[in-house]
């Protein structure tokens, strides 16, 4: 009798055992390849061949003159050309709409404060696209934050008054959307020919962006379309981005799971709305190599969290691969032809506790700024602008505030190890991954004695060029059985009209083959398992 119930738990122990082998392969199967480009797209994807480098630049329309120019010098001497800033809609129609004057300070100095102190709204942000222009430097313009006149009907559930009264920099969605496309209409017209790039809004699947009111994707498709379509309107030639969404799991109600927001702005039609999809990749003290989509929950001091083992035993929040996610959503909307930027990326150097991931040192947020930008351009040929959170803590900082430690450059400009790196990273030659490259990308360089090309793959299809050199030596096509590693390409004369680069997945048989293997020796164990155990009694 014991043999035979022990024979029966074998059974059960070997299903058991290949439901963890199961577990165990989709685990590493994520590490070793999830995400990774191999063959690259058949056509270059739109607003990828663009230089990489960009920067978050908050509060900056709060800055003196001279403060705005010395960021955008410093901006110019890193090899940063892009500029992420904010053009609130309360700074800009303060009283009303179609009133682009300020008046809410007694600038002429009569000692009272009224109408008679009006200046123009629009001069400090006319001065920030200015001297954007005169230092390289693009910039892409968040359009949101209402004035209050434009959102009076704010949600009233008691919960949601008490995170307002708590949470001072709250916005929301406003009460017309006709008064915030009479905005956006305004501002893209007035720097037609200056300005391209704009988001519409930012993190609305979380409610201190939306009046702490729960984060609705029909209402904000909505906003979108009217923001794109006004945007459009004043300039055809502008890009639109969807705002980046707040990395979250859902689990708690202060914001929506934004992988599940961005599924419904799917649903609702939300993708004929943007051009340019961006997303944050915000490293929370992981390396920037980190392939893991779920890792254990940590708190600030890098203990876990045993108080939510039950509520919540993984965190799927935030990583470096957040992005893949995302990008996989968009793939299976349609989307695969839409490039992806980073509004917000970075690591926080703050010694003590904080709410931003593990402590990092600033020689390490240097490095894992550079190597998750290094990564992008190995991994994911549909990235374009990485912009770093942020430049230089200015205005409106309070310099106790851990988020400070996300600089570049220190308050009284000293430039930190990051600001060093990313300087040097940016004037070397880009080295790319697979993808298809045309003599636009950045990473086709072209002089008088013709074009180079750096980059990391096992493959590379030049197409009709001749008179190739492959790491120095005479090579011909096709250009293919390469070791892994970075290749040196160069020609003479003009470069291909595309130059294509792939990578072999030389475990592909394994990662296909094995699911099925241990999926088939699983119903089989199943099969065994549910028979009943065989009778040893025999009949007199």
Avoid: C
């Avoid at 994707?217 to 980046?244: C, E, H, M, R, W």
């Amino acid at each position: 009798m014991g043999k035979k119930f022990l024979g029966h738990g074998l059974r059960w122990g070997l299903v058991g055992a290949l439901v963890l082998a199961q577990l165990l392969f989709w685990w590493f199967e994520n590490a070793a390849q999830r995400g990774i480009t191999f063959t690259p797209p058949a056509q270059p994807i739109a607003w990828t061949d663009v230089p990489q480098g960009g920067v978050n630049l908050p509060g900056l329309h709060l800055e003196q003159p001279d403060v705005v120019e010395r960021t955008f010098a410093l901006i110019e001497d890193a090899g940063i050309r892009w500029a992420r800033v904010q053009f609130p809609w309360e700074d800009i129609e303060i009283h009303g709409r179609g009133d682009f004057r300020d008046y809410r300070h007694d600038y002429n100095g009569d000692g009272q404060v009224n109408a008679d102190d009006a200046i123009s709204a629009w001069d400090k942000y006319d001065q920030l696209v200015e001297r954007a222009a005169a230092h390289n430097v693009q910039l892409i313009v968040r359009l949101d934050r209402p004035p209050e006149w434009a959102r009076q009907q704010l949600p009233l559930e008691p919960h949601q008054v008490a995170q307002r009264e708590v949470d001072p920099g709250w916005t929301g969605p406003p009460d017309n959307l006709d008064d915030y496309g009479a905005y956006v209409r305004a501002v893209v017209g007035r720097y037609r020919g200056q300005v391209r790039f704009f988001q519409i809004w930012n993190e609305p699947n979380y409610g201190h962006e939306w009046s702490w009111a729960d984060p609705d994707p029909a209402a904000f498709v909505a906003l979108l379309k009217v923001g794109y379509t006004q945007a459009k309107a004043a300039n055809p030639d502008a890009v639109i981005l969807f705002p980046s969404l707040t990395p979250a799991d859902g689990l708690d109600w202060q914001a929506m799971s934004d992988l599940e927001f961005l599924e419904q702005v799917y649903a609702h039609g939300g993708g004929q709305y943007f051009d340019i999809f961006s997303a944050q990749l915000y490293g929370l003290g992981q390396p920037p190599d980190e392939n893991r989509y779920v890792r254990p929950l940590y708190n600030d001091k890098g203990q876990l969290r045993r108080d939510l083992l039950l509520s919540r035993p993984l965190d799927s929040r935030t990583d470096v691969t957040r992005a893949v996610l995302l990008r996989e959503i968009m793939e299976r909307n349609g989307d695969s032809n839409k490039a992806m930027w980073i509004s917000e990326f970075g690591w926080n150097s703050h010694i003590g506790p904080h709410p931003f991931g593990l402590p990092v040192t600033e020689e390490q947020k240097a490095a894992y700024i550079v190597g998750l930008m290094q990564r992008a351009r190995r991994e994911w040929p549909w990235m374009g602008v990485m912009n770093v959170w942020f430049f230089r803590a200015g205005a409106g900082f309070n310099p106790a505030d851990p988020t400070v430690d996300f600089q570049l450059v220190t308050n009284d400009w000293q430039p930190l190890p990051a600001y060093s790196a990313l300087k040097a990273y940016l004037s070397a030659p880009p080295v790319v991954g697979p993808g298809v490259y045309t003599p636009a990308h950045p990473a086709i360089i072209q002089n008088a004695d013709g074009w180079t090309l750096h980059f990391w793959g096992t493959a590379a299809d030049i197409g009709s060029a001749s008179a190739v050199t492959l790491d120095g030596q005479p090579a011909q096509a096709p250009l293919s059985g390469l070791p892994l590693a970075e290749h040196t390409l160069q020609g003479h004369g003009a470069p291909p009209a595309a130059v294509t680069i792939s990578r072999a997945n030389r475990w592909s048989w394994l990662w296909t083959s094995a699911p099925f293997a241990l999926l088939l020796a699983l119903l089989v164990a199943l099969r065994y398992a549910l028979l009943p155990p065989r009778s040893t009694t025999r009949s007199p």
